[in-house]
């Protein structure tokens, strides 16, 4: 069983940073890739980043490569979204999801098998 649990999200400036944290509270983390999606107001839920379950490689979309960093640290049944230089339009609800591996999040309809609660990034102008 896996329940995801997300942290850290927050108002900021345009240009600043935030990390979010999501811990699994089950035992089943490293049986999961981990993912990221966020969903603005209106908008689907869209592909963020993921990180394999074995190796750590990592799949990022287009408007947030080179900006955000997906990590995951097993000890702590963690896996963590660093974003940096945040724009306004970074804004939305950020979900962390687990699958049994990173391609079914990166199909054009994911397959997700857990979804955390959400947490709430908004970037000011």
């Known amino acids: 069983q896996v329940q995801l649990v997300e942290s850290g999200g927050g108002l900021v400036q345009a240009g600043g940073s935030l990390r979010l944290s999501c811990v699994d509270s089950?035992?089943?983390?490293?049986?999961?890739?981990m993912g990221w999606f966020s969903q603005a107001p209106g908008q689907e839920r869209e592909f963020v980043a993921a990180?394999?379950?074995?190796?750590?490689?990592?799949y990022y979309s287009d408007s947030v490569k080179g900006r955000f960093t997906c990590s995951r640290d097993s000890a702590k049944n963690t896996v963590y979204l660093q974003m940096n230089s945040l724009k306004p339009e970074d804004t939305a609800v950020y979900y962390c999801?687990?699958?049994?591996?990173?391609?079914?999040?990166?199909?054009?309809?994911?397959?997700?098998?857990?979804w955390g609660q959400g947490t709430q990034v908004t970037v000011s102008s």
């Open positions: 999801a687990a699958a049994p591996s990173t391609h079914p999040m990166r199909a054009p309809v994911p397959v997700i098998d857990y």
């Open positions: 089950g035992r089943s983390f490293s049986s999961y890739a």
């Open positions: 990180i394999s379950r074995i190796g750590g490689i990592t």
